[in-house]
């Protein structure tokens, strides 16, 4: 029997925004230097968009309407941080306009070296 937090992740992977199925194309299969990554990974009481449990890093893709959730998705990243993991989050403007920076990034707080 699943839970309601694995439903709703299902849901979420089945219903991606351009911007979630853009950076997972880069990170899945661990394609992007060894790391692996899970989408929509059920964590605690929340469900993040993408979790490298071996670099103990989230990665959070924000939308327009995040910008009125701000003080939710802080807290959420406070509970997550609790929990010995890293947010990082990045608008889904960022993941569009600016992919490489947003590797980037990643490939940094996954603690790789640069080539």
């Not at 609790?82 to 569009?96: A, H, S, Y």
Request: a neutral charge; charged letters at 35%; hydrophobic letters at 35%.
């Amino acid at each position: 029997m699943t839970s309601e937090r694995t439903e709703f992740a299902r849901q979420l992977r089945k219903h991606a925004t351009h911007a979630e199925d853009l950076l997972w194309r880069c990170l899945w299969g661990s394609r992007f230097h060894g790391a692996k990554f899970r989408r929509q990974v059920p964590l605690d009481r929340y469900v993040v968009d993408f979790h490298c449990h071996a670099a103990k890093l989230v990665i959070e893709l924000d939308g327009r309407q995040h910008e009125w959730f701000s003080d939710y998705d802080g807290g959420r990243s406070e509970v997550l941080e609790r929990l010995g993991v890293r947010v990082i989050r990045f608008t889904n403007e960022d993941v569009c306009s600016d992919l490489d920076s947003v590797l980037a990034r990643i490939r940094q707080e996954l603690r790789l070296p640069f080539d």
